[in-house]
């Protein structure tokens, strides 16, 4: 005879068993949302109103306008993220005026250019993203 409270861990068991697979992916290849959540949103919001930063829309958008490919907007965000300065910044300049220059992350390559990925493909719907990564993400429940 299960008990009530018996079926309840086997039903989390198995809740748990299906998510393993998803969690091992992520922790092989850098997951962006992931990156931006741990290192980014105490700053960043992603739609406005911003916290202590631009938003991630506008930022992606302005990105999106510079530059055509999304590995030479990508570059240019994590070079930039190594080294913020206003003279490389590609944002309006009075964001930097009205929050300040972000300051640099000190992140691996692997999560910069994850969370860059992530960054670009927030905005600029309309010029495709190409690759098609990114969408689905997130999608499960498993957290
Ligand atoms: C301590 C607060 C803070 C954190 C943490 C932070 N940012 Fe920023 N970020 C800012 C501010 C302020 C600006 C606007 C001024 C500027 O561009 O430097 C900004 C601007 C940016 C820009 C636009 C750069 C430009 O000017 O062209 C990008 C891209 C960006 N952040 C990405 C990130 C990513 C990705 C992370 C996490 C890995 C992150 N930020 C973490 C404060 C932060």
Redesign the pocket.
Known sequence: MISIAMKRMLAGFVTGLLCLPFAQGRAAIPDGKE??QR??S???SVNPPPK???PVLP?SG??HMRFSTKSAGVAA?VA??KA?SKQ????EPE??TR?????P?T?GDAE?NA??GW?WDQGGSASGPGSGRGAGQGAGGCN
């Open positions: 990156v931006f290192n980014c105490v700053c960043h202590s930063a631009p930022i302005r990105y965000m930039f993220m913020p490389t910044s590609v944002i964001a930097i929050f300040g220059l972000m300051p992350m992140l910069l969370v860059a960054f």
